[in-house]
């Protein structure tokens, strides 16, 4: 188990290409208006020409049109492939309801906020070159040169950019890589907001309970962009741990079989694919539907956290107007920082190297907490967390992203609050015996 995010990124993007629906008749269509079977579609061009993944490939056109599309507005959203070292490798597609065709970009950065507004200038330079150009083997001149100046210009570091110009050199394209580590904020991430908009706090509540209970975890919507927003803004409130089973964000038609899985998942299942299950097929599973805002579980795992905790993020996330920038992201990791920053307290010492006891974490934890803790130490979300955390220490190499520091903020709050306590004790002694002390010189 590991982070599934590939670190040694040498391009931007791996693989560009268009992907057209082929018109079979109605044959997907069912009476009722419903899809049973993907839409029939094919790669109809692509960048670079040598791209020889014959797997991904192959699953694009499933994910570019995961089931029959109704919208009258650009729908842009994100998929994901896993790669046979388990690393995510992202997809992002655009849809424009006046053609039937979809254009994907595959990376692996997580940079979604860019990719998406990428694809949105690619959508402008495809069709600026088409209506300019008259000529069939001249065409997408403009667009295919600045394809080719993308892959070919590397990766940004950490917190830097890179600057692509196109237009004659009079507009340029920025991308910005996010510094690592870096939270969700509003409004300039578009998955929090989406999230944000269309899932009320006591769901987004009961959707982090449901991941820290490694349930199978559905979210519905009859909007690709939706749908794969909100479940991206869900899955990144686990940080500084990361989903380790099954993550869709979008589930296309042929692979709805999926949802019958006997172990954990967190998956987008358009409401088109959903309605083409029964309940036993599903079974116990988790929903959220982004549309109607309407939470179904069969579990009570809000319940099953400590009540302090579920208390204070109920009462932070009402505090609507305070909610710009990295707060909302804030509130989750504030969560965690409670639960599971006194693992270093329980790291050992062995000549193999550094190892993590865990019956010495849960005795160092508030009791309060241990309940809960001795059942979130058997996730495989924490122990992925653990091994990334006696991995970095052992190679002797600092540990210093948002998690950590957080951590450290809330330890010095803690130990003011126990000082600012003890003095309060100490004040509260002090008036007692003066108390005392005053009653018994009245007596004598």
């Given amino acids: 188990m590991s982070s599934r995010i590939k670190t040694d990124v040498k391009k931007l993007f791996e693989f560009w290409c268009e992907v057209a629906l082929v018109h079979n008749g109605d044959k997907h269509n069912t009476p009722t208006g419903g899809s049973q079977t993907s839409p029939s579609c094919v790669i109809v061009e692509s960048f670079p020409e040598g791209y020889r993944d014959e797997k991904t490939m192959a699953d694009i056109p499933a994910f570019a049109f995961p089931c029959k599309i109704e919208s009258d507005s650009v729908q842009s959203y994100s998929f994901v492939l896993t790669t046979d070292d388990s690393k995510w490798r992202f997809g992002f597609c655009r849809h424009d309801p006046k053609t039937d065709t979809a254009m994907v970009i595959i990376t692996y950065l997580p940079w979604h906020d860019t990719f998406l507004r990428l694809l949105t200038l690619l959508a402008e330079l495809r069709r600026c070159d088409e209506t300019t150009t008259t000529s069939i083997n001249n065409a997408n001149d403009d667009f295919r040169t600045f394809l080719a100046e993308a892959y070919n210009r590397g990766v940004p570091d950490p917190g830097g950019h890179l600057k692509l110009f196109y237009n004659s050199g009079q507009n340029y394209f920025v991308f910005e890589r996010p510094l690592t580590f870096q939270l ?4 300039e991430n578009h998955n929090l907001n989406l999230y944000y908009n269309f899932v009320d706090p006591k769901n987004m509540i009961a959707v982090f309970a449901a991941m820290l209970a490694e349930r199978r975890i559905i979210f519905t919507s009859r909007r690709l962009d939706r749908l794969s927003s909100c479940i991206q803004a869900a899955n990144a409130f686990l940080y500084p741990m990361v989903w380790q089973h099954i993550f869709i964000p979008v589930l296309p038609m042929k692979l709805k079989d999926y949802l019958s899985a006997p172990m954990p998942y967190l998956i987008g299942v358009p409401q088109t694919v959903l309605e083409t299950m029964t309940t036993d097929e599903l079974g116990e599973v988790v929903i959220l539907n982004c549309d109607t805002k309407v939470f179904q579980s069969p579990f009570d795992d809000v319940r099953e956290m400590p009540a302090d905790i579920v208390s204070q993020m109920k009462k932070q996330l009402s505090h609507s107007s305070e909610h710009i920038g990295d707060r909302v992201s804030k509130i989750f990791l504030g969560v965690l920082v409670q639960l599971i920053s006194g693992y270093r307290d329980a790291v050992e010492f062995r000549e193999t190297g550094k190892t993590f006891n865990r019956d010495k974490f ?29 991995q970095m220490l052992n190679t002797g190499l600092g540990y210093s992203d948002e998690f950590e520091l957080e951590t450290a903020r809330y330890a010095e709050k803690m130990k003011k609050k126990r000082h600012y306590e003890f003095l309060n004790n100490v004040k509260e002694k002090i008036s007692t015996l003066f108390a005392h002390t005053n009653t018994v010189t009245q007596i004598t």
């Fill in 184 to 187: 969700p904020s509003i409004p």
């Fill in 362 to 390: 849960i005795e160092s934890r508030p009791k309060h907490l241990r309940p809960f803790l001795a059942k979130m130490m058997e996730l495989q979300i924490f122990q992925q967390f653990i091994d990334e955390r006696l």
